[in-house]
């Protein structure tokens, strides 16, 4: 008998405690054959995109090597190219989130007060 995790909303296996991979076992195998964003959402009922991403970022965190790509959807990998291309993305679009929250980073090491807006002069203006 299977039950919902009510916390994520993934059906959990009550007998062995594994998590069953339910995304994961619905999607094709390969990046040729990924299915989009708005079939899978559909396929497995969520109410929105958001709901769906939350889903594959459970089963990710438990294991599930599930591919994506811009445009494309989801896959899973038919082979260890697939699997290393998209660490590559996963990687890139890490590093770009952190270079855009450097210079946030660097304003909020400077005392409350001390912020001196770039082009404005001592008066202001």
Not at 21 to 31: Q, R, Y
Not at 47 to 54: A, G, I, M, T, W
Request: proline share 2%; charged share 30%; hydrophobic share 30%.
């Amino acid at each position: 008998m299977q039950k919902e995790n009510r916390n994520n909303r993934v059906h959990t296996g009550d007998q062995s405690g594994k998590t069953e991979f339910t995304i994961m076992n619905l999607l094709p195998v390969g990046k040729e054959n990924a299915i989009s964003t708005a079939d899978l959402v559909r396929l497995m009922g969520c109410k929105s995109v958001r709901d769906l991403q939350e889903r594959i970022a459970y089963e990710r965190n438990h294991g599930a090597v599930i591919c994506s790509g811009s445009g494309r959807g989801y896959w899973k990998p038919k082979d260890r190219q697939e699997i290393q291309e998209f660490v590559r993305t996963m990687d890139a679009r890490a590093l770009n989130t952190l270079r855009a929250a450097k210079s946030a980073r660097a304003a909020l090491k400077v005392p409350d007060g001390q912020q001196v807006i770039e082009g404005s002069g001592k008066d202001g203006k």
